[in-house]
């Protein structure tokens, strides 16, 4: 059975900093290109950064040179550091597995607040 648990989550201040975390479990986690996305009510799901089974990243213009992802294939984790939040980062966040369109995974996600 395939799992995705997020956390890491919370409420922080505007220019504050949270590290996200994805646990993997049941699937060949180096296979994988891993993905962060996020939503807001009444939005559609966003793409916000990427990282390919060999380590490429790529991110969403809304977050480059803030956000940074990175995966450990060793433990089965993928990371969303975040700095310099800002309120319209306020979503939840999910964690998303892919090889193909057979093999494509969600996490429950991970309300992240920016605040004052």
């Known amino acids: 059975q395939v799992q995705l648990v997020e956390s890491g989550g919370g409420l922080v201040q505007p220019g504050g900093s949270l590290r996200l975390s994805c646990a993997a479990s049941g699937i060949i986690f180096r296979w994988y290109a891993m993905t962060w996305h996020r939503q807001v009510p009444g939005k559609q799901r966003e793409l916000v950064a990427h990282?390919?089974?060999?380590?490429?990243?790529s991110y969403a213009d809304s977050v480059k040179g803030r956000f940074t992802i990175s995966r450990d294939n060793a433990k089965n984790m993928v990371y969303l550091q975040m700095n310099s939040l800002k309120p319209e980062d306020t979503a939840v966040y999910y964690c998303?597995?892919?090889?193909?369109?057979?093999?494509?995974?969600w996490g429950q996600g991970t309300q992240v607040t920016v605040s004052s």
């Open positions: 990282i390919r089974s060999g380590g490429s990243t």
């Open positions: 998303n597995a892919a090889r193909d369109n057979q093999n494509n995974y």
